[in-house]
């Protein structure tokens, strides 16, 4: 079967000290629905990113996601003041929100598990600079409680700081999350 490229959600383009652009994109034998196993990142123009630890830092956390990490596993990898928000309509949407600290992520992460199968995900650039990781994309998921498909472009706007996510902003079209929540 044709390996396929999927442009869901994230885009990354790394932007190094030395402004060298590397375009990254997530590549799998099938589009994925339960199994994100089958997902790594390759470089898609053949440029070497430079070396940045803050985007070591937030490709692992991605690797851990995709392999299906449980949300104490997710949690680990922020600070333990780190603040995480995802805007949006909290009153239908029980996984947004401002959330700060690893016990109130980690509960986000939980669900967020709980309510959302996750179809699609597509980086489509990456900007590293320093401590701070931007990172552009498309994602597809399924509300679990009524089947209902979610789609949106997203950026996330992550600090990492002493090897762990120090800030993870997170904005997507909360309104079709929040239309899609309600049964």
Not at 27 to 56: E, G, R, Y
Not at 100 to 112: M, P, Q, T
């Amino acid at each position: 079967m044709k390996k396929l490229i999927l442009i869901t959600g994230f885009a990354i383009i790394s932007m190094a000290a030395y402004s060298k652009n590397v375009k990254v994109a997530i590549v799998a034998d099938k589009p994925f629905k339960n199994n994100l196993k089958n997902l790594s990142i390759v470089s898609a123009n053949n440029n070497t990113p430079q070396d940045s630890s803050a985007l070591k830092v937030v490709n692992s956390f991605f690797d851990k996601f995709k392999k299906g990490a449980t949300p104490d596993e997710l949690a680990a990898c922020f600070d333990e003041q780190a603040e995480y928000f995802i805007p949006g309509d909290t009153k239908n949407v029980s996984w947004i929100g401002k959330r700060v600290g690893r016990a109130a992520i980690k509960e986000s992460f939980r669900l967020l598990k709980s309510n959302i199968q996750p179809e699609k995900l597509i980086f489509t650039d990456i900007l590293a600079k320093g401590d701070r990781v931007v990172i552009l994309g498309y994602l597809e998921s399924r509300m679990k409680k009524n089947n209902k498909q979610m789609k949106s472009e997203f950026s996330i706007d992550i600090v990492v700081k002493n090897g762990l996510l120090t800030r993870y902003h997170l904005l997507e079209d909360s309104f079709e999350v929040s239309d899609k929540a309600r049964l």
